[in-house]
């Protein structure tokens, strides 16, 4: 059990060479109001005079105290003169000829014999930060005691909370050193040592009110009550540190603080000490052996001790997990590039399946939140292409005026007793032309898509492709070039598709089964032509009689265009018939010409730009790229990408470092 505390300074000393506190780790963080006597808890719990001292708010910066027990002077040289032992004595405490020192983070190599010193310096680091006129600052300081006299524990003293700003504080100082407040408390591994003086009402105090925020089952809070000795006459502390004002879980332990006379006059903290459980004997003698300074600091070393056993089991598979992400993030930053040849082959033919497999539907990373690669193109070809040649009326855009207006501009200056056929040819490669905008439109999403897998695989297959920016660009430049080259090839097979289907008009298509119909319906139309020939003669005479009408003479005012073939009216039978039949053809035909484009067209597509892609893709790459005058330029690797492998490799160091710290520990040794 005595070793835990030092396991967990070790792994904080671990963490903070890597600048970063990967695990929250469990230490005892200080709170209270400005001059409730925090400072002076502290320095009760050294034994020395270390922390700057004044009047406002003194701690300025986080102060993270690691109170480290060792043996006295005389016994380590003892143990330095000893046989064997003289190595192990001079790694623990490395030249220090002193019985108490410290030794702070930010100053290596240096040790602080002279407590005096200690307290300047802390001063000098805080106002390095914080200024000098009151500023607060939520960077650290970390410091270390070794004494004889002190039990193991870590501590966190922070800046009393505050209400009104002075200096150069902002005015927002209160809810600042609140928020800083609740960063460390808020660690579900820290306990919360909260500070509030005698002779203020607990009920109001600041300390407990952060500290129920964020333990409200007061888990992890202790409370100190200080200054006893300044109540007012007649009255004592008895309800509170029997926890009947306030139940606190851990426990209430009332302190006596030096006063600022006795800091004045220099009065030692031996004699303080003396003089405090003097005083607990006279006012509460029934609380004298559980309260005072000396009590506190064995409550805290156990109660610690116990929270960091409850903890070790969480923070050993904390540090587990962190340890396989960093090490899978350092394995896909890579190795540092020694064969650039080989490394340049590597990633190109890496990038070249990738995207092969993107199309194919076999990649190893596949999109769940959207179509992908081959999905996409196949959704392209069967559900938007598709879909828009279903749309498409065979007879859009063609009025019965214009069919009409077709058959007369086929027979020229006869009047025609059939339907031309001719008629029919021209109106129907109009409606077969409107097929050749979605067809092209269709290459042009499939285009759109392989440059979507250019970046699917730059970003999610080959992650060490980013490693290298002038080699991704490159890629990314020949595969688009690719592309480009292809795609006005597939547009001009496409166009070909349509301009083949309008260059012959195959009437005799054994699909075209109303070519039949209409066959019987000319033969029926030229014997009512035979008939309508021996009619013509008997209702000749009749014309004759009839008085003058149609063409005849119009009557004055009247102007009469005779080309004017728009003119709304109503359609013969024959008129009505003829468009009937040519437009049952137009229909018929268009849909053999629309479901042989709609299967021809993605064959084209695939043939001419998709396969051809996929099967040069690789030798494109390496043509335009494994020159050796551009081996070293493309595989510059980024300064970022340097540096975040260096800085995840160091995290993995100091991950892999406090496993086997805890490691060390044997889970029989912590009962």
Known sequence: METLIPTINRLQEVFLTVGAELVKLPQIVVVGSQSSGKSSVLECLVGRDFLPRGSGIVTRRPLVLQLINVPPMVERLKIENGNGAKQMASNLYPGVKAEEWGTFLHCKNQTFTDFNEIRRE?????????GENKGISPEPIYLKIFSPKVLNLTLVDLPGITKVPVGDQPEDIETQVQEMILSFISNPNSLILAVSPANSDLATSDALKLA?????DGRRTLLVV?????????TDALEVLLGRVIPVRLGIIGVVNRSQHDINTQKSLEDSMKDEHAFLQRHYPSLASRAGSRYLAKTLSKLLMHHIRDCLPELKTRVTMLTAQYQSQLNGYGQPVEDHSATLLQIVTKFASDYCCTIEGTARYIQTTELCGGARMCYIFHETFGRTLQSIDPLGGLSELDILTAIRNATGPRPALFVPEISFELLVKRQIKRLEEPSLRCVELVHEEL???IQHCTSFSTQELLRFPKLHDSIVEVVTGLLRKRLPITNEMVHNLVAIELAYINTKHPDFTDAAQVSASVNSQQAEALD?????????V???KAPAGGFGSPSKGQAVNLLDTAAPRKLSAREQRD???IQRLIKCYFLIVRKSIQDSVPKTVMHFLVNFVKEHLQSELVGQLYKQSLLQELLIESQDTAQQRTEVAQMLEALKKAYNIISEIRETHLW
């Open 212 to 216: 129920r925020e964020v333990d409200p």
């Open 532 to 540: 309508g020939g021996k009619r013509w003669k008997n209702e000749k």
């Open 226 to 234: 200080s200054k006893l000795d300044l109540m007012d006459a007649g």
């Open 542 to 544: 009749g014309e004759d």
């Open 579 to 581: 468009c009937e039949v």
């Open 451 to 453: 440059q979507r897998i």
């Open 122 to 130: 802390i001063e000098a680091e805080t106002e390095r930060t914080s």
